[in-house]
């Protein structure tokens, strides 16, 4: 069974930026994208983006769309996200994800979540 592990989280200034990283143990193969999803005390898990595992296409929330890159490095079983300009609303537990029903980011077709790291946004 494919297992996730993020790590990269931490405290950072507004207008900082940090690098996430996903590492999957297993056949990534199994499945269509690799998603990064985020949430907040009291709020749902938040669809943030997405890459397609074999043909490395990528989709953003509007709400980071120029701000943050997904990328992967098949070689090493690894999805990144790096993110720039953060901001307070940034804040949240990071989560990645895995989906074999295709382009989406709902958290409801996403499984095999790792433990999530911790993204804190502030002064």
């Known amino acids: 069974q494919l297992q996730l592990v993020e790590s990269g989280g931490g405290l950072v200034q507004p207008g900082g930026s940090l690098r996430l990283s996903c590492v999957a143990s297993g056949f990534t193969s199994d499945y269509y994208a690799i998603g990064w999803f985020r949430q907040a005390p009291g709020k749902e898990r938040e669809g943030v983006s997405w890459?397609?595992?074999?043909?490395?296409?990528?989709f953003y929330a509007d709400s980071v769309k120029g701000r943050f890159i997904i990328s992967r490095d098949n070689a090493k079983n690894t999805v990144y996200l790096q993110m720039n300009s953060l901001r307070a609303e940034d804040t949240g537990v990071y989560y990645c994800?895995?989906?074999?029903?295709?382009?989406?980011?709902?958290?409801?077709?996403?499984?095999?979540w790792g433990q999530g790291t911790q993204v804190t946004v502030s002064s």
């Open positions: 994800g895995t989906t074999r029903v295709g382009a989406t980011l709902l958290a409801r077709y996403y499984g095999s």
């Open positions: 890459i397609g595992i074999s043909d490395g296409r990528t």
